[in-house]
Structures are given as C-alpha cells and as structure tokens.
Nanobody, 123 residues
Framework: VQLQESGPGLVEPSQTLSLTCTIS??????????WSWIRQPPGKGLEWMGA???????YYNPSLKSRTSISRDTSKNQFTLQLTSVTSEDTAVYYC????????????????WGQGTQVTVSS
C-alpha cells in the first residue's frame, strides 16, 4: 500500500490549503480501514486533523472542525483535505495515512503513511 500527498507547498495567509492523497495498492472503500490527514508543525508532535472512513463518513478534530473539510473521489482512489483561513500556525508537514481507528496521534497508530508534504503559510 502506498499513499502520496500532493498540493502546493506555499499558501498565503487567509487562503485555503488543499491537499490530495492518492492511494495505490488498496481501495479507499475497503473496510475496516480509515484514511486520515495528520500534520506536524515544526518542533511539535503529530496532530490528527480528520479522517474519512471506508463507508464515506467523515470525522474531524474538534479544534480544527470549523476550518476543515475532507472529501473523496472513489473513482480516482483519492481523498482531499481543505483547510480554510490558514495562518502561519498551519505551517507544517502534512501526511495522509491509513489506520483501523480514527484519531490517533502516534506514528504507531497507522499502518501506512505517505512521505509527507511541507506546506508553508506565508505571504
């Protein structure tokens, strides 16, 4: 199973960050797996942002819920993160990953990880 994040590396403050995770070697609709977005700001730990389940339900970190949206395209085996009204605090390495349960914030909570993509919020 491989996951690959894609999207812009630089986003201006107040704009919307949009990243796509492309999955290969597994189907996004296969139960019982969940597909998450996790980020790691510089010098900080992992933060789970949200997830989409095999059945298409979405769950979000309460602290980010008002700004976060996850969607999926089953025909392309992809899921997408949108984070609105970004600030410098959203500068981080963003990862997509697969797990059996949502909400984990440890590397070991996930079976497979993308390589991560650096996103910097700056004008």
């Amino acid at each position: 199973v491989q996951l690959q994040e894609s999207g812009p590396g630089l986003v201006e403050p107040s704009q919307t960050l949009s990243l796509t995770c492309t999955i290969s070697g597994a189907s996004i609709t296969t139960r019982p797996y969940d597909w998450s977005w996790i980020r790691q700001p510089p010098g900080k730990g992992l933060e789970w942002m949200g997830a989409t389940t095999a059945s298409g339900s979405n769950y979000y970190n309460p602290s980010l819920k008002s700004r976060t949206s996850i969607s999926r395209d089953t025909s392309k085996n992809q899921f997408t993160l949108q984070l609105t009204s970004v600030t410098s605090e959203d500068t981080a390495v963003y990862y997509c990953a697969r797990s059996h349960a949502i909400g984990g914030s440890k590397w070991s909570d996930y079976h497979y990880w993308g390589q991560g993509t650096q996103v910097t919020v700056s004008s």
